[in-house]
């Protein structure tokens, strides 16, 4: 099911509500792509380094498994996080109330709406585009899609934990800082 | 352990379960919602995370140090930030997929703005997100967003270096004789007390050297303890 720019907003949210089909629809298809080359790039990898040095390859397996350990828990915090925030915050009810504001507010709501969630990039860009479409500035748009990735309220304390507060901190600020900027310099350009 | 010590440990995901609780308290319709949402983030998860950290154990194991300081190091310069650039493009999955990766690579000499160049490019420039991009807002928005991104990384990246030392990271103890356990870095993943039992214990969920230390290390045992450590939180050096 093609999705095609101006689609109305409640369209996007029914489609939105079932996700798994969001899924199979789009982005899979890309993103198939790349995951799968990672996951023959590293069997590949896995199946040299075995034939080179079978203990020292058990010996990475066993770290991977640790490293795995390591991090579940903190995933899965984030995870369900998302999960409750997008329930709480549904995306589809702050992009029509993004749409009825000044610029300004507009940006800042879409910038800190971005840092406080994730959403995958196949359900953000045709909210952004429907929300350009419908002659929403392009400033709180970019805002939106830059912090959306790049800052993370959820991720912050597992990034915390494997990289320090400070470079967290300092990243997560910057990024955040410059979202604007770019939001800011699109708005003129486009 | 007291269970207030694992609530602390674990703050965030303690909260999280906690507002659940809450809101299946309150709602429970909401409740399963949010359950139903974080499906698809679970699949995300489970398709990237496995292959990342076989990837990362195996980079591990095999780049010598040297490389990665020649590649990635504060002296790589302009090659560097390229082949961070590229690394974080190529990618897959979310952010966090991306931290075991880095801090890999920063233990074995990739400097702090490398780090933040491959973390944002990471999240925000991958080559099929551009695709999706451009599909839906147009190649124009997409290409002008990826120029103003790439120079605003490049910039953060440079203030960020400013800002933040290499020993802000955890993982960065100083050798000192003896032996070492860096706690922040250690993930709990209990391997150094599985391969050497006499001599490291589980401590709260970290790992520990014994009260009783054993009299004579068997550094056979102890070396084999400091490889299989993922995040080599164990350092060893003779007085």
Not at chain 1, 95 to 104: E, I, T
Not at chain 1, 142 to 155: D, Q, S
Not at chain 2, 70 to 94: E, H, M, N, Q, T
Request: glycine share 8%; hydrophobic share 55%.
């Amino acid at each position: 099911m093609p999705m095609l720019r101006g689609e109305t907003l409640e369209l996007i949210a029914l489609k939105m509500l079932a996700p798994g089909k969001w899924v199979t629809y789009e982005g899979r298809i890309y993103m198939d792509v790349f995951t799968l080359a990672i996951w023959v790039g590293t069997l590949i990898f896995l199946g040299v380094s075995f034939i080179r040095d079978k203990t020292k390859t058990k010996q990475s397996l066993k770290m991977a498994l640790g490293m795995g350990k390591g991090m579940v828990a903190s995933i899965l915090s984030i995870i369900f996080a998302i999960g409750l925030i997008l329930t709480l915050l549904p995306p589809m009810e702050i992009a029509s109330f993004v749409g009825k504001q000044s610029v300004l507010l507009a940006t800042v709501v879409a910038a800190l709406f971005g840092t406080i969630t994730l959403v995958p990039a196949f359900i953000a860009f045709p909210l952004v585009g429907t929300l350009v479409g419908a002659g929403v500035s392009v400033v709180p748009a970019v805002a939106f899609l830059t912090t959306l990735t790049m800052v993370g309220v959820v991720t912050f304390p597992l990034e915390k934990k494997e990289f320090g507060v400070k470079f967290t901190a300092v990243r997560n600020g910057l990024s955040f800082l410059f979202a604007i900027v770019i939001a800011l310099v699109m708005g003129v350009m486009i | 352990m007291t269970v207030l010590k694992r609530i602390k440990e674990n703050l965030f995901l303690a909260i999280v379960v906690l507002a659940y609780i809450i809101m299946f308290v309150m709602n429970p319709a909401m409740g399963t919602e949010s359950i139903k949402n974080s499906g698809y983030y679970i699949k995300e998860m489970l398709m990237i995370m496995p292959v990342i950290f076989v990837l990362t154990a195996l980079l591990d194991t095999w780049v010598p140090k040297e490389k990665i300081m020649r590649y990635l190091g504060k002296d790589a310069g302009a090659k560097g930030v390229f082949l961070s650039f590229v690394v974080g493009s190529i990618s897959a999955g979310p952010i966090y997929a991306a931290f075991p990766m880095c801090v890999m690579l920063h233990r074995k000499g990739a400097s702090i703005r490398n780090l933040v160049i491959i973390l944002s490019s990471w999240a925000v420039i991958k080559v099929p997100m551009l695709l999706n991009e451009a599909k839906f807002l147009g190649p124009k928005f997409m290409a002008v967003r990826w120029v103003l991104t790439v120079f605003a990384i490049l910039i953060f990246s440079w203030i960020s270096a400013k800002i933040i030392q290499d020993e802000d990271l955890p993982g960065e103890v100083l050798a000192q004789p003896g032996l070492h356990i860096n706690r922040d870095a250690c993930m709990g993943c209990s391997l150094c007390a599985k391969s050497y039992p006499a001599l490291f214990e589980m401590i709260g969920k970290k790992a520990a050297i014994k009260a009783n230390e054993p009299q004579s290390l068997d550094v056979e045992k102890l070396q084999s303890a400091m490889d299989a450590c993922p995040v080599h939180a164990i350092q060893y050096s003779q007085e």
